[in-house]
């Protein structure tokens, strides 16, 4: 993987390019008052746009954007309140997320229509962006998203009081060590990245994980009502793919068959979804997890992008 550089799109609005202090190599744009960072590579192509799952930045894709940029134009961004962005109060409505990123998007010179990639709780707000702007929308890929009726249809299951002692006990351990028991993991998952941009990020989500559970409150607030009341999707072709393996995040405190049980609960939910478009698919990955299924599996999401784009020309 190549080192960061700056890419800055002809004839778009001023934007401050971010220094070598200020964060990686991008741009920040001014949009309603508030910065918003945002890197776009590759020059041809549909623009394909990440957004990012919660506690996740736009640089978490750097592999994606970079194995794509021969037959894309791809863009990474940062949520207001996440990453090199300004800071937001956290929760907020969906509509104030999706009309913030459509904003940039413009400020940034991408030109719709627009091949949105959502994981975990940005596919959420993908579909609140198609729901939103449906005639700016070409395809989406959902990675492992959250879903508003998750937790009806797919429930928790019951842990035993001594498997919830356990599970408490090494959350507990794991926020009190929390640089020396997450750093390896974080190694682990970005050990493709450039050195700088691999110590920028994971210091980032050593210092950054509260942001992680405000972002993640989203979901039990207004966002499940608001996709339930936001209209139909377009009937664009969407690819869904699912993370059936073990989250190393989440199995450092909850019991391997639990996690297995809640994967399996949601495939209805993801064949659901993609049978809802006429050109919908939902592929399992039993060798993926959910919060690192583009670093585990990054060929299948390459090849979902170059899928997607091909039926888009159909």
């Not at 990123?101 to 596919?123: D, E, K, N, R, T």
């Not at 794991?174 to 682990?188: H, I, V």
Request: aromatic fraction near 8%; proline fraction near 7%; glycine fraction near 8%.
């Amino acid at each position: 993987m190549t080192d960061l550089s700056i890419h800055t799109p002809a004839g778009t609005a001023p934007a401050r390019i971010l220094d070598a202090e200020a964060g990686p190599a991008g741009a920040c744009f001014d949009i309603g008052g508030r910065r918003l960072w945002l890197r776009r590579a590759g020059a041809e192509g549909p623009t394909v746009v990440f957004l990012p799952g919660a506690g996740l930045v736009g640089l978490d894709y750097l592999n994606i954007q970079e194995a794509i940029v021969g037959f894309a134009t791809a863009v990474l961004y940062d949520r207001a309140g996440t990453g090199w962005s300004a800071a937001a109060r956290l929760p907020r409505p969906a509509a104030e997320v999706v009309d913030e990123l459509h904003a940039l998007l413009a400020a940034a010179g991408a030109p719709a229509p627009y091949l949105l990639v959502g994981h975990s709780l940005g596919g959420a707000y993908a579909r609140r962006f198609a729901q939103r702007y449906p005639d700016e929308v070409a395809a989406i890929l959902y990675l492992d998203p959250a879903h508003e009726d998750f937790y009806d249809a797919a429930p928790a299951p019951k842990l035993s009081l001594p498997e919830q002692l356990r599970g408490a006990l090494a959350l507990a351990r794991a926020a009190l060590n929390m640089k020396r028991f997450y750093r390896p993991l974080f190694e682990a998952m970005y050990a493709a990245w450039p050195a700088q941009t691999r110590r920028r990020l994971v210091d980032y989500h050593l210092g950054a994980w509260r942001k992680s559970l405000d972002e993640g409150r989203n979901l039990k607030g207004e966002i499940c009502e608001e996709l339930r009341a936001g209209g139909p999707l377009p009937d664009v072709p969407v690819i869904v793919l699912t993370a059936m393996g073990i989250d190393p995040f989440m199995a450092a405190f909850a019991p391997e068959a639990y996690l297995r049980a809640l994967n399996a609960g949601k495939v209805g939910l993801y064949d659901a979804l993609a049978a809802s478009v006429t050109l919908g698919e939902n592929r399992l990955l039993p060798d993926a997890g959910h919060s690192t299924l583009h670093t585990d599996r990054p060929d299948a999401v390459i090849a979902a992008i170059r899928d997607l784009i091909e039926r888009t020309r159909h």
